[in-house]
Protein backbone atom coordinates (compact mmCIF):
# COMPACT_ATOMS: atom_id res chain seq x y z
CA UNK A 1 0.00 0.00 0.00
CA UNK A 2 3.06 2.49 0.92
CA UNK A 3 4.30 1.37 -2.22
CA UNK A 4 1.29 2.68 -4.13
CA UNK A 5 0.91 6.08 -2.53
CA UNK A 6 4.33 6.95 -3.25
CA UNK A 7 3.93 5.87 -6.90
CA UNK A 8 1.24 8.86 -7.09
CA UNK A 9 2.68 10.93 -5.39
CA UNK A 10 5.94 9.81 -8.39
CA UNK A 11 3.68 10.75 -11.16
CA UNK A 12 1.92 13.37 -9.22
CA UNK A 13 5.75 15.28 -8.98
CA UNK A 14 6.14 14.50 -12.85
CA UNK A 15 2.92 15.91 -13.77
CA UNK A 16 2.97 19.32 -12.18
CA UNK A 17 6.76 19.55 -13.42
CA UNK A 18 5.84 20.10 -16.19
CA UNK A 19 3.53 23.43 -15.37
CA UNK A 20 5.60 26.83 -14.10
CA UNK A 21 4.66 27.93 -10.43
CA UNK A 22 3.48 31.40 -9.85
CA UNK A 23 3.42 33.21 -6.39
CA UNK A 24 -0.72 32.54 -6.55
CA UNK A 25 0.46 28.61 -7.29
CA UNK A 26 2.37 28.46 -4.12
CA UNK A 27 -0.53 29.65 -1.91
CA UNK A 28 -2.22 27.10 -3.77
CA UNK A 29 0.35 24.12 -2.90
CA UNK A 30 -0.33 25.54 0.93
CA UNK A 31 -3.70 25.08 1.17
CA UNK A 32 -3.49 21.32 -0.99
CA UNK A 33 -0.65 20.59 1.78
CA UNK A 34 -2.86 21.34 4.34
CA UNK A 35 -6.09 19.44 3.11
CA UNK A 36 -4.14 16.74 1.98
CA UNK A 37 -2.32 16.38 5.67
CA UNK A 38 -6.22 15.68 7.13
CA UNK A 39 -6.97 13.09 4.61
CA UNK A 40 -3.07 11.56 5.02
CA UNK A 41 -3.74 11.13 8.15
CA UNK A 42 -7.09 8.38 7.70
CA UNK A 43 -4.90 7.09 5.22
CA UNK A 44 -2.51 6.38 7.62
CA UNK A 45 -4.91 5.22 10.34
CA UNK A 46 -6.94 2.91 8.04
CA UNK A 47 -4.03 1.34 6.14
CA UNK A 48 -2.34 0.88 9.25
CA UNK A 49 0.73 3.22 8.37
CA UNK A 50 1.73 5.71 11.00
CA UNK A 51 -1.03 8.69 11.22
CA UNK A 52 2.34 11.07 11.07
CA UNK A 53 3.52 9.17 7.94
CA UNK A 54 0.55 9.00 6.26
CA UNK A 55 -0.64 13.06 6.96
CA UNK A 56 3.15 13.43 5.73
CA UNK A 57 2.33 11.73 2.28
CA UNK A 58 -1.22 12.96 2.05
CA UNK A 59 0.64 16.70 2.61
CA UNK A 60 3.06 16.37 0.00
CA UNK A 61 0.00 15.04 -2.88
CA UNK A 62 -2.04 17.90 -1.41
CA UNK A 63 0.51 20.71 -2.32
CA UNK A 64 1.33 19.20 -5.53
CA UNK A 65 -2.34 19.24 -6.31
CA UNK A 66 -2.94 22.50 -5.28
CA UNK A 67 0.27 23.38 -7.23
CA UNK A 68 -1.66 22.32 -10.50
CA UNK A 69 -5.43 23.77 -9.50
CA UNK A 70 -3.18 27.14 -8.86
CA UNK A 71 -1.15 26.99 -12.20
CA UNK A 72 -4.54 26.29 -14.05
CA UNK A 73 -6.32 29.71 -12.09
CA UNK A 74 -2.79 31.68 -13.02
CA UNK A 75 -3.31 30.61 -16.84
CA UNK A 76 -7.22 31.38 -16.95
CA UNK A 77 -6.70 34.49 -15.21
CA UNK A 78 -4.15 36.43 -17.81
CA UNK A 79 -6.83 35.03 -20.34
CA UNK A 80 -9.70 36.46 -18.40
CA UNK A 81 -7.32 40.03 -17.86
CA UNK A 82 -7.41 40.10 -22.15
CA UNK A 83 -11.39 40.82 -22.00
CA UNK A 84 -12.76 42.33 -18.98
CA UNK A 85 -11.19 43.41 -15.60
CA UNK A 86 -10.12 40.40 -13.49
CA UNK A 87 -7.83 39.66 -10.66
CA UNK A 88 -6.14 36.58 -8.88
CA UNK A 89 -7.15 36.06 -5.44
CA UNK A 90 -5.69 33.09 -3.15
CA UNK A 91 -9.25 31.55 -3.86
CA UNK A 92 -9.30 31.85 -7.15
CA UNK A 93 -10.20 34.47 -9.74
CA UNK A 94 -12.55 37.35 -9.44
CA UNK A 95 -13.79 39.09 -12.92
CA UNK A 96 -15.52 42.53 -12.60
CA UNK A 97 -18.28 43.87 -14.99
CA UNK A 98 -19.89 47.55 -14.63
CA UNK A 99 -23.52 47.35 -14.43
CA UNK A 100 -23.46 50.64 -16.74
CA UNK A 101 -22.37 48.35 -19.49
CA UNK A 102 -24.29 45.51 -18.35
CA UNK A 103 -27.92 47.13 -17.62
CA UNK A 104 -29.85 50.48 -18.05
CA UNK A 105 -30.31 52.65 -15.02
CA UNK A 106 -32.69 50.24 -12.82
CA UNK A 107 -32.88 47.83 -15.07
CA UNK A 108 -32.19 43.93 -14.93
CA UNK A 109 -32.53 43.05 -18.86
CA UNK A 110 -28.85 42.99 -20.84
CA UNK A 111 -27.85 45.17 -23.07
CA UNK A 112 -26.54 43.77 -26.47
CA UNK A 113 -22.91 45.29 -25.57
CA UNK A 114 -23.03 43.15 -22.43
CA UNK A 115 -24.26 39.76 -24.42
CA UNK A 116 -21.08 40.22 -26.42
CA UNK A 117 -18.86 40.84 -23.60
CA UNK A 118 -20.27 37.92 -21.06
CA UNK A 119 -20.06 35.78 -24.35
CA UNK A 120 -16.33 36.72 -24.55
CA UNK A 121 -15.74 35.80 -20.75
CA UNK A 122 -18.12 32.49 -21.11
CA UNK A 123 -15.38 31.44 -24.52
CA UNK A 124 -12.89 30.81 -21.96
CA UNK A 125 -14.94 29.74 -18.88
CA UNK A 126 -15.80 26.44 -21.37
CA UNK A 127 -12.22 26.30 -21.28
CA UNK A 128 -12.13 25.04 -17.86
CA UNK A 129 -14.94 23.01 -16.99
CA UNK A 130 -13.85 22.39 -13.21
CA UNK A 131 -14.30 26.41 -12.30
CA UNK A 132 -17.64 26.79 -9.86
CA UNK A 133 -18.78 30.19 -10.32
CA UNK A 134 -20.91 32.80 -8.42
CA UNK A 135 -22.21 35.34 -9.81
CA UNK A 136 -22.23 38.48 -7.44
CA UNK A 137 -24.78 41.19 -7.75
CA UNK A 138 -24.20 44.86 -6.22
CA UNK A 139 -25.46 48.20 -6.48
CA UNK A 140 -25.04 51.52 -5.41
CA UNK A 141 -26.82 53.28 -2.50
CA UNK A 142 -29.46 55.08 -4.18
CA UNK A 143 -33.27 54.16 -3.57
CA UNK A 144 -34.41 51.93 -0.84
CA UNK A 145 -31.89 48.95 0.42
CA UNK A 146 -34.78 46.19 0.08
CA UNK A 147 -35.12 47.07 -4.18
CA UNK A 148 -31.72 47.21 -4.44
CA UNK A 149 -31.10 43.85 -2.83
CA UNK A 150 -33.74 42.47 -5.05
CA UNK A 151 -32.07 44.16 -7.91
CA UNK A 152 -28.34 42.90 -7.41
CA UNK A 153 -30.48 39.37 -7.46
CA UNK A 154 -31.98 39.95 -10.23
CA UNK A 155 -28.93 41.65 -12.25
CA UNK A 156 -26.76 38.52 -11.27
CA UNK A 157 -29.41 35.97 -12.77
CA UNK A 158 -29.59 37.69 -15.84
CA UNK A 159 -25.85 37.97 -16.25
CA UNK A 160 -26.54 33.42 -15.36
CA UNK A 161 -28.83 33.18 -17.52
CA UNK A 162 -26.65 34.63 -20.36
CA UNK A 163 -23.88 32.04 -19.36
CA UNK A 164 -26.13 28.97 -19.55
CA UNK A 165 -27.30 30.63 -23.14
CA UNK A 166 -23.81 30.45 -24.07
CA UNK A 167 -22.93 26.79 -22.95
CA UNK A 168 -21.96 27.23 -19.20
CA UNK A 169 -23.53 24.40 -17.52
CA UNK A 170 -26.26 25.70 -14.90
CA UNK A 171 -25.30 23.52 -12.02
CA UNK A 172 -21.73 25.29 -12.28
CA UNK A 173 -23.36 28.83 -11.32
CA UNK A 174 -24.80 30.16 -8.56
CA UNK A 175 -26.21 33.37 -7.86
CA UNK A 176 -25.53 35.95 -4.91
CA UNK A 177 -27.09 39.58 -4.59
CA UNK A 178 -25.50 41.77 -2.21
CA UNK A 179 -27.40 45.06 -2.93
CA UNK A 180 -25.72 47.92 -1.80
CA UNK A 181 -23.69 46.32 1.21
CA UNK A 182 -21.10 45.90 0.29
CA UNK A 183 -19.33 49.31 -1.93
CA UNK A 184 -15.57 49.14 -2.72
CA UNK A 185 -15.77 52.79 -2.59
CA UNK A 186 -17.83 55.46 -0.61
CA UNK A 187 -20.97 56.45 -2.24
CA UNK A 188 -20.02 59.99 -2.09
CA UNK A 189 -19.94 60.67 -5.97
CA UNK A 190 -21.60 59.62 -9.05
CA UNK A 191 -18.30 58.37 -10.69
CA UNK A 192 -18.03 56.23 -6.82
CA UNK A 193 -21.41 55.35 -7.28
CA UNK A 194 -20.78 54.03 -10.69
CA UNK A 195 -17.82 51.67 -9.29
CA UNK A 196 -20.45 50.27 -6.75
CA UNK A 197 -22.65 49.32 -9.58
CA UNK A 198 -21.25 45.93 -10.86
CA UNK A 199 -21.66 42.23 -11.16
CA UNK A 200 -18.62 40.18 -10.02
CA UNK A 201 -17.61 36.42 -11.23
CA UNK A 202 -16.03 34.50 -8.16
CA UNK A 203 -14.58 31.64 -10.08
CA UNK A 204 -13.47 28.50 -7.46
CA UNK A 205 -12.13 25.21 -7.87
CA UNK A 206 -14.97 21.88 -7.90
CA UNK A 207 -16.25 21.34 -4.84
Not at 147 to 173: C, F, H, W
Request: glycine share 14%; charged share 20%; aromatic share 2%.
Amino acid sequence: MRQSILSVMMVTVLLSACTTPGKRTGIGAGAGGAAGAGLGAIIGHNTGMGTGEGAAIGAGLGALIGSVVGNRFDKQAKELEQVAETRRTNNGIITKLQNDILFDTGSASLRPAAQNSIAQITEIIKKYPEDRITVVGYTDDVGDAAYNQRLSERRAEAVKKEMITDGVPGSTILILGKGESSPVVPNTSNANRQLNRRVELHITAEG
